[in-house]
């Protein structure tokens, strides 16, 4: 949020026309909620855009266009996914300048288009000008890269050689427990001083229409630990709501947004077997689209599919596990 409002001061002062694009709505919500808070950013509030917004826009009416979450971009617009003709390009022709920021191993459903790769083929097609950077240092996690380093690690995202000599300081508190009672004590008491630590899961259990405006209806179920939870509710800004800890956050609810804790729920959707770390889309819930059309794919690819699969599941599960601002990480193991 800081770095939005610095971004766009600075820009204001140089151009006319500049806007923040997001293609994710519950970021969208909560940044034009808390900036409409206050006086001096309602200006920056009604430039907080959708990626679906620029069909139609006039070449270049915008001097800068901000891409933050690039990496959800998808090729068309609208609740079918039939309007426009590629969101990517459409930015590109609407602005003079456009910044995409873009982190590749942030893509959670088959209908993200905005890699890297993509993007910059876009752009060349479009005969821009093109500058790439590499963003060296972060404020998540507590500025710990050792930590994200760990969890691309253990999640086995990235090819390492020589795996079992990889030494350094962790900087970053984790535990790992069995019990998800423990993991939601942990949470609300934290979540007590300013209500900023939320529990968040895997896309392993269905959304029960039903319980979209009843909190007493639960969608999470672990018998084992006589634990039940239900999912966030239908209108509720979840990462803000005041009683919102009592309910889970989902990959959709969390990503681009940050907690000073956060409590990560691990279902059956991801697994470790024989050594290798691999995605099972068969748990994943019903209700959940993100890998919708993958079994046409794994008839027509085995391969092809099962690499999708952990890619969409691993890249989930290190959104979860990198919303956490200090130093400990609360992980369920199932």
């Not at 969890?151 to 030494?167: K, P, S």
């Not at 959940?288 to 059309?293: I, P, Q, T, V």
Request: net charge positive.
């Amino acid at each position: 949020m800081k770095m939005l409002v610095d971004i766009y001061t600075n820009l204001s002062y140089k151009i006319e026309k500049a806007s923040y694009i997001t293609p994710i709505l519950a970021q969208r919500e909560i940044y034009k909620y808390t900036l409409g808070k206050e006086k001096h950013c309602k200006g920056i509030k009604k430039e907080v855009r959708s990626s679906s917004e620029f069909i139609e826009v006039t070449k270049e009416k915008y001097d800068v266009l901000i891409v933050d979450e690039s990496h959800r971009l998808k090729q068309k617009s609208g609740i079918y996914n039939n309007k426009g003709e590629n969101q990517t390009k459409e930015i590109i022709n609407a602005s003079k300048f456009s910044i995409f920021f873009i982190d590749d191993l942030q893509r959670i459903t088959l209908k993200d288009e905005g890699s890297t790769e993509e993007i910059m083929k876009i752009a060349k097609k479009q005969h821009a000008i093109i500058e790439q950077f590499e963003l060296t240092s972060q404020f998540r996690c507590f500025g710990s890269t050792e930590y994200i380093s760990w969890v691309e690690d253990v999640l086995q995202m990235r090819n390492r050689q020589n795996r079992d000599e990889i030494d350094f300081e962790l900087n970053y508190d984790v535990k790992i427990v069995d019990d998800p009672n423990e993991v939601r004590n942990f949470i609300k008491k934290k979540n007590k001083k300013n209500n900023n630590a939320r529990i968040v899961a895997g896309c392993c259990w269905d959304s029960k229409e039903e319980a979209r405006n009843a909190p007493q209806i639960y969608d999470i179920e672990i018998e084992k630990y006589n634990f039940r939870m239900s999912w966030n509710l239908k209108k509720e800004k979840w990462a803000i709501a005041e009683d919102s800890v009592e309910r889970a956050g989902c990959v959709y609810t969390c990503q681009g947004l940050d907690f000073e804790y956060i409590g990560v729920i691990i279902g059956k959707d991801m697994i470790y077997r024989n050594g290798k770390v691999e995605g099972d889309y068969k748990e994943r819930a019903k209700t959940d689209h993100a890998l919708y059309g993958i079994q046409k794919i794994m008839k027509e690819n085995k391969e092809k599919g099962e690499n999708l699969v952990d890619e969409i599941i691993k890249n989930t599960y290190r959104i979860l596990l990198t919303r956490g601002k200090c130093r400990l990480h609360y992980i369920l193991r199932r």
